[in-house]
């Protein structure tokens, strides 16, 4: 039993930022990626950032040099900073945590961010 609580979501004016915080209920280093999934209205869930147990960050395109994920291992939680926010960054954003040795993924329920003027 897995437990992935997101915050840190909000309204934000373009070019603002956020910072999103992930709490999981075990230790990040037994998940072997962790990492930021998005989903705005009538569109699929996509990837935002990832990291994996060894240190290694991918982002989506549209996404780099404007977030940053990265983790603290004394508090389970892995972050989203994000910067120079835009209205295409509004979506409901989830926490995910992979697990290669069962091939299972656990999901939090998601923090909306949402971008306007």
């Known amino acids: 039993q897995v437990q992935l609580v997101e915050s840190g979501g909000g309204l934000v004016q373009p070019g603002g930022s956020l910072r999103l915080s992930c709490t999981a209920s075990?230790?990040?280093?037994?998940?072997?990626?962790m990492g930021w999934y998005r989903q705005a209205p009538g569109k699929e869930r996509e990837l935002v950032a990832t990291i994996t147990s060894g240190g290694v960050s991918n982002y989506e395109y549209s996404v780099k040099g404007r977030f940053t994920i990265s983790r603290d291992s004394a508090s389970n939680s892995v972050f989203l900073q994000m910067n120079s926010l835009k209205p295409d960054d509004t979506a409901l954003y989830y926490c995910?945590?992979?697990?290669?040795?069962?091939?299972?993924?656990?999901w939090g329920k998601g923090t909306l961010v949402t971008v306007s003027s």
């Open positions: 075990r230790s990040i280093f037994s998940f072997n990626t």
């Open positions: 995910n945590a992979h697990s290669a040795y069962n091939a299972m993924d656990y």
